[in-house]
């Protein structure tokens, strides 16, 4: 398997610097504006950002119950600079039966007076990945790094 | 699910100190006379101590080719005190499907001049952890911390 045929990515250069995108990421009611694409609502549950810290968002869609989203464990976290997290543990490093077995790996790189914002996604297998990618991860990925963008920027 | 029913423990007094014990955890060619009980050969491709770093022994029985044994990634390393793996990430956090899921931790405590060596192995859920037990959790284990005692007790 090459490893190219298992990962998904994504990047934007964003009009606000590294500081203002992690403060976006490492606060949950910022979070919270912009991890689901709208009009879904995004409630963060755990924000525990150190290595074997556990990472938990739920999302809801009209007036419903709150539903499962994201359950995972962050691996790296290098403030204004690196954030790591896997599906395949939750909090504690405890093993997990993820829907969708995944390593996200966001990194922040000052680039002008802006940052350049890349998730790359590594999969299990280049099989994954394309149901991953057929589920619409470039529209929902891309949809939410906008969210994140429209954040950051209003508030320079 | 109750935790501990998805967690496995061993523990035994080395005499021997932490620094002695770490010594034959993190030197490939010590690591390799006590991580696969006798006389099966095991032979350490990996041995990367950080977080990401890759973890991977063979073994062989008799004269055969070397077989996969543990492909593995580290989580945590705090030299003389504690050392995580899981197998359901590789080298550099990539997502993967072992045969057994699990996370090992293991914790070096000084107790008197010995060292209580303790390995808490976690699984997917208690099936997983019954699986491992049934397939001879506490002897196979048992016997590699034996043999890591018997090395760092000669090298006293």
Chains 1, 2 share one sequence.
Not at 100 to 115: D, N
Request: proline residues 6%.
């Amino acid at each position: 398997m090459r490893a190219e045929d298992s990962e998904l990515t994504i990047a934007r250069l964003i009009k606000a610097p590294p500081s203002l995108v992690w403060k976006a990421w490492s606060t949950a009611e910022h979070l919270a504006k912009w991890w689901i694409p709208a009009p879904i609502e995004c409630q963060v549950v755990k924000l525990d950002l150190r290595p074997g810290g556990g990472f938990e968002t739920r999302m809801r869609e009209g007036a419903g119950e709150f539903q499962p989203h994201v359950e995972a464990c962050f691996l790296e976290v290098v403030p204004e600079a690196r954030l790591v997290f896997t599906t395949v543990l939750t909090e504690g490093w405890q093993p997990a039966e993820p829907w969708l077995a995944l390593t996200a790996i966001m990194t922040l790189q000052a680039e002008g007076s802006g940052t350049r914002y890349t998730a790359r996604v590594l999969h299990k297998n280049a099989a994954d990945a394309q149901k991953h990618e057929e589920m619409g991860f470039h529209d929902g990925w891309g949809t939410t790094i906008a969210q994140l963008a429209a954040l950051v920027e209003a508030r320079q």
